[in-house]
T-cell receptor, first 113, second 116 residues
Framework: GESVGLHLPTLSVQEGDNSIINCAYS??????FIWYKQESGKGPQFIID?????DKRQGQRVTVLLNKTVKHLSLQIAATQPGDSAVYFC????????????FGTGTSLTVIP | DAGVIQSPRHEVTEMGQEVTLRCKPI?????LFWYRQTMMRGLELLIY????????DSGMPEDRFSAKMPNASFSTLKIQPSEPRDSAVYFC??????????????FGPGTRLTVL
């Protein structure tokens, strides 16, 4: 029969509002996390990373929060702009066992002007 | 800096044919990664090299896939023979250091492969 691909979770926000994108991971040994942005037709682009010895890290307009207790991290984008429209996904790594990153499937963010 | 360069950008081939994807990493970078992205499975690491040496190929799906890095400025990912389920976007990425996943990776634009 016909196979249907997974549909990405979607998030629509008004320009100027804050966006929160969530990610859950399963391996409690994961100790390094990255958020990527992927625009249509392009490769993933590094946004921000965080190590497991931190709960929060801030960049320019972006903040990543890590909750190791529930194995959850979030990406907050302040004052979302149309150029922020893209797919965002997180990656988790157990840094002392090589480079097997485990990537989430992503969230599609649409910014409404 | 031109960034990571991949060729071709699009490839359409028939089942059973050999496919070769090419990557030129950023000059001076010491690690190179090959990824595959599909809607069903997301982004998957296939193999990575440190200083032209393959370090971890556990993500390579099967023997039909092979990757080489003959020098610091060039790598290939070959699929022989290709199958329809290999249809995906293949990304190459490079990073400056050799600590692998914890170095910032810079991705190329990808090669969209369609196997009919």
């Amino acid at each position: 029969g016909e196979s249907v691909g997974l549909h990405l979770p979607t998030l629509s926000v008004q320009e100027g509002d804050n966006s929160i994108i969530n990610c859950a991971y399963s391996n409690s040994a994961s100790d390094y996390f990255i958020w990527y942005k992927q625009e249509s037709g392009k490769g993933p682009q590094f946004i921000i990373d965080i190590r497991s010895n931190m709960d929060k890290r801030q960049g320019q307009r972006v903040t990543v929060l890590l909750n190791k207790t529930v194995k959850h991290l979030s990406l907050q984008i302040a004052a979302t702009q149309p150029g922020d429209s893209a797919v965002y996904f997180c990656a988790a790594l157990v840094s002392n066992t090589g480079n097997q990153f485990y990537f989430g499937t992503g969230t599609s963010l649409t910014v409404i002007p | 800096d031109a960034g990571v360069i991949q060729s071709p950008r699009h490839e359409v081939t028939e089942m059973g044919q050999e496919v070769t994807l090419r990557c030129k990493p950023i000059s001076g970078h010491n690690s190179l990664f090959w990824y595959r992205q599909t809607m069903m499975r997301g982004l998957e690491l296939l193999i990575y090299f440190n200083n032209n040496v393959p370090i971890d190929d556990s993500g390579m799906p099967e023997d039909r896939f092979s990757a080489k890095m003959p020098n610091a400025s060039f790598s290939t990912l070959k699929i022989q023979p290709s199958e329809p389920r290999d249809s995906a976007v293949y990304f190459c990425a490079s990073s400056p250091g050799t600590s692998g996943g914890t170095d910032t990776q810079y991705f190329g634009p990808g090669t969209r492969l369609t196997v009919l």
